[in-house]
């Protein structure tokens, strides 16, 4: 298997810099809307034959040193009796919605076999694919904002109205999903996954004071009690102002987007691999300055402990797949010319 990838995770410094992309598997790439086209969304998560292609794609076709497993953050909400769909040019939709303490049965216990075919799919992929396996999920904060707003939001009206008038309710509600997503996360790495991404989305809306009291000691515990024989990657954008506190987590891996500084992220973050972080945008750019923010990022990386090439965020629909390629070409070529 080819581990550059995993060697990065680990702070060792590699011969180049390894590249995956968030939402590498997706709309963007012809192939994966030729099945989209004969099935819905939530079909194609929950067949592991599809999955394991539609994760595979990407391998075969960029050349990226990892793969991630083809899913959604919101699957785990439906072992616990909520009802998740996904309608086009909308997004997603929770049902029933949890907005106040009197919700809060609305969950109910986490019952596994109802998402084993998550862990059939890493099982089958582990055997196929030359590259790591990353397995993820929504960090327990972004878990409850789509719970409580039924879900996507723009502007959290009611995660904060919950959070501020009933606080001693919203702390059940995250020890709920904590559990849950350590649950989850455990058992996909007994099904093999080589790596974990906790995808804390929406983390970034709080203030500090909020993050250090309504999500940093769920996440924080997650990652202290999985098992540590695979690198955790920790993902917030908007984490500038949180630096302080996400400093703290003894993940492996902190994923940047694009609006912080790489190499000012270094002395913010210390002694982690820094992940990141390209606007998925310049990627409809031209290839010059494509190329020009690509080596800005590949060298200030080479002031993190170690650096993994990606996104800010995941891949834009209208990415050329021509385009993704070439830059993982250059990323993989790039010569540092003996620059430190």
């Not at 298997?1 to 011969?15: E, P, S, W």
């Not at 960090?139 to 959070?163: N, Q």
């Not at 024989?229 to 920790?234: A, G, M, S, W």
């Not at 891996?253 to 210390?270: G, H, P, Q, Y």
Request: net charge neutral; aromatic share 12%; charged share 25%.
């Amino acid at each position: 298997m080819r581990d550059t990838f995993l060697k990065a995770c680990r702070g060792i410094k590699t011969d180049y810099t390894p590249v995956w992309f968030m939402r590498q598997a997706g709309r963007y790439m012809p192939e994966y809307q030729k099945i989209r086209q004969k099935y819905d969304f939530l079909t194609m998560c929950k067949t592991p034959e599809i999955s394991v292609e539609i994760t595979m794609q990407p391998i075969r076709i960029l050349n990226v040193d990892a793969a991630i497993l083809f899913s959604d953050i919101l699957i785990p909400l439906e072992a616990m009796g909520l009802k998740i769909d996904f309608i086009d040019n909308i997004g997603p939709k929770v049902t029933p919605s949890v907005k106040t303490g009197d919700h809060l049965g609305y969950l109910k216990n986490f019952e596994l076999e109802k998402i084993e075919f998550v862990f059939k799919t890493i099982k089958i992929l582990i055997k196929e694919l030359d590259v790591p396996l990353i397995g993820f999920s929504a960090s327990p904060f972004t878990l409850a904002t789509y719970v409580i707003e039924g879900g996507s939001s723009k502007d959290f009206v009611d995660t904060k109205r919950f959070m501020f008038s009933e606080p001693e309710f919203f702390h059940n509600l995250m020890e709920t999903l904590t559990e849950a997503t350590f649950i989850y996360l455990n058992e996909q790495i007994k099904a093999g996954v080589h790596a974990i991404q906790i995808f804390d989305t929406w983390a970034g809306i709080l203030s500090p004071f909020d993050y250090e009291i309504f999500c940093k000691p769920y996440v924080k515990k997650i990652i202290e009690n999985l098992k540590r024989n695979v690198p955790i990657i920790y993902f917030c954008p908007n984490l500038a102002g949180l630096a302080k506190h996400i400093n703290d987590l003894i993940s492996d891996v902190i994923s940047l987007d694009w609006r912080i500084n790489l190499r000012e992220a270094t002395k913010l973050i210390s002694d982690k691999v820094i992940q990141g972080n390209l606007d998925p945008l310049t990627l409809l750019g031209s290839e010059e300055e494509l190329f020009k923010r690509a080596e800005l990022i590949l060298r200030d990386g080479r002031f993190a402990k170690s650096h993994i090439f990606n996104l800010g965020h995941g891949v834009n629909i209208n990415t050329s797949v021509e385009r993704l390629k070439k830059l993982v070409d250059f990323i993989h070529e790039f010569k540092f010319e003996g620059e430190v």
